[in-house]
């Protein structure tokens, strides 16, 4: 699309309400609004539906109103946005098409959402490379297939996708998490254990005498505990088949041991837990230690029948080792970050599609302007706080 020729309008079915001018029922949405993340010194106000359009309320800044009021009449975008935005200023406005909010006209007719998508790019579907990607877009397909189901909770059947039945044989072997913490040999004088004993490696206080979930170790001395609230945590998934859990575990900790800026790891402890794709984590603070700790369990483990995780970045392309960055000051994980803005983003394409338009691949197309890579599945340039500010 040329940006510069193209014409724009403001979407007619929103009004633009002044902050001053809310409602008390309209003021407690700002807060919580889907763009509930404009700052308040920035925040002009909310583009509230008008009857009967069936459209979400934003919160927006001043800047936004600006160009909304600019293009209640139907015409190029001024000057201004290319000069205030520079580099950033296409892809502002695929956003604020594919949100709804504007519109682009497209042989002769005004569109926006999922019908617009087009016009910016080829939805190619790029979701990852090896099994990594082949998951993601089965994640993705699996999703666009559950009609009617509220956003909280297709983010959660993303989020979960992978995950293996329990069968009953895997109930008779391991009826406790006693059972399993000495398949996993992480009971007295089991070989993980005794690794990370010698190592001075420590059971952290959230473990499974606290929860029946995870199984949690840290390195000595305990990691700073401001670290996560200053900057993204690197976590590393080892993610190998049910199986092949205890012999995954232990090369891992084997390997954890010997390498520098390693904070933790965890291990589901449940039956639930290890049936998971993300069962085994370690946390890293430095993206180059992730690295060298991959690349001790990729020679240690060739040939491991890997899981696999969704969503995340690919290390190995058989989806045994991949990695992701939790968004720094917030209590989600990265999986669930990203389980939220794409359930989000499946509602709107179904709701804003054609009959031929598919809403996972929309999907893929608003995540990727919203800042993430979805080849690789990481923050582009700036890692997390353009991503924050445009989800």
């Known amino acids: 699309m040329d940006f510069e020729r193209a014409a724009f309008r403001?979407?007619?079915?929103?009004?633009?309400?002044?902050?001053?001018?809310?409602?008390?029922?309209?003021?407690?949405?700002?807060?919580?609004?889907?763009?509930?993340?404009?700052?308040d010194e920035e925040l002009y106000g909310l583009l509230r539906p008008r009857p009967p359009a069936r459209l979400d309320t934003y919160a927006v800044s001043a800047d936004t109103a600006l160009l909304f009021l600019t293009l209640a009449q139907a015409g190029p975008l001024p000057t201004y946005v290319f000069r205030r935005l520079g580099t950033r200023a296409e892809a502002t406005i695929a956003r604020l098409i594919l949100?709804?909010?504007?519109?682009?006209?497209?042989?002769?007719?005004?569109?926006s959402g999922a019908?617009?998508?087009?016009?910016?790019?080829?939805?190619?579907?790029?979701?990852?490379?090896?099994?990594?990607?082949?998951?993601s877009?089965?994640?993705?397909?699996?999703?666009?297939?559950?009609?009617?189901?509220?956003?909280?909770l297709l983010a959660t059947r993303l989020y979960c996708y992978g995950r293996k039945p329990i069968h009953p044989e895997l109930?008779?072997?391991?009826?406790?998490?006693?059972?399993?913490?000495?398949?996993?040999?992480?009971?007295?004088?089991?070989?993980?254990?005794?690794?990370?004993?010698?190592?001075?490696?420590?059971?952290?206080?959230?473990?499974?005498a606290h929860h029946n979930?995870?199984?949690?170790?840290?390195?000595?001395?305990?990691?700073?505990?401001?670290?996560?609230?200053r900057q993204a945590r690197y976590k590393l998934y080892l993610s190998p088949a049910v199986e092949a859990l205890p012999t995954a575990l232990e090369v891992l900790a084997a390997a954890l041991v010997r390498t520098r800026g390693v904070q933790a790891f965890k291990v589901g402890a449940d039956?639930?837990?290890?049936?998971?794709?993300?069962?085994?984590?370690?946390?890293?603070?430095?993206?180059?230690?992730?690295?060298?700790?991959?690349?001790?369990?990729?020679?240690?483990?060739?040939g491991c029948p890997a899981h696999g995780v969704p969503f995340t970045a690919t290390i190995t392309?058989?989806?045994?080792?991949?990695?992701?960055?939790?968004?720094?000051?917030?209590?989600?994980?990265?999986?669930?970050?990203?389980?939220?803005?794409?359930?989000?983003?499946?509602?709107?394409?179904r709701a804003t599609g054609g009959e031929a338009d598919e809403p996972w691949r929309f999907a893929l197309q608003r995540l990727r302007l919203s800042g993430i890579d979805t080849e690789t599945w990481v923050p582009t340039a700036g890692m997390w706080p353009d991503v924050l500010r445009n989800g």
Not at 115 to 135: D, K, M, S, V
């Open 99 to 111: 949100d709804e909010i504007l519109e682009v006209e497209r042989d002769g007719v005004f569109v």
């Open 10 to 39: 403001a979407n007619p079915g929103y009004e633009l309400v002044v902050l001053d001018r809310l409602t008390p029922a309209e003021l407690a949405l700002v807060p919580d609004g889907p763009h509930g993340e404009v700052a």
């Open 115 to 135: 019908r617009a998508a087009q016009a910016f790019e080829p939805g190619n579907g790029a979701a990852g490379t090896g099994r990594i990607g082949a998951l």
């Open 171 to 208: 109930q008779h072997r391991f009826p406790t998490g006693t059972t399993i913490a000495i398949h996993l040999g992480l009971a007295a004088s089991g070989a993980v254990r005794v690794v990370l004993d010698a190592a001075g490696w420590v059971e952290s206080s959230g473990s499974t």
């Open 271 to 302: 039956l639930a837990g290890i049936s998971r794709p993300d069962k085994l984590i370690a946390y890293f603070e430095h993206i180059e230690d992730l690295y060298q700790a991959a690349d001790r369990l990729s020679d240690h483990l060739a």
């Open 317 to 349: 392309s058989d989806g045994l080792l991949s990695w992701g960055a939790d968004p720094p000051a917030t209590r989600t994980s990265w999986r669930m970050w990203v389980a939220a803005r794409l359930a989000e983003y499946l509602t709107l394409g």
């Open 213 to 229: 979930h995870w199984w949690q170790w840290q390195a000595r001395p305990a990691p700073d505990p401001g670290i996560a609230s």
């Open 137 to 152: 877009v089965a994640a993705l397909r699996y999703g666009q297939s559950l009609h009617g189901l509220p956003e909280p």
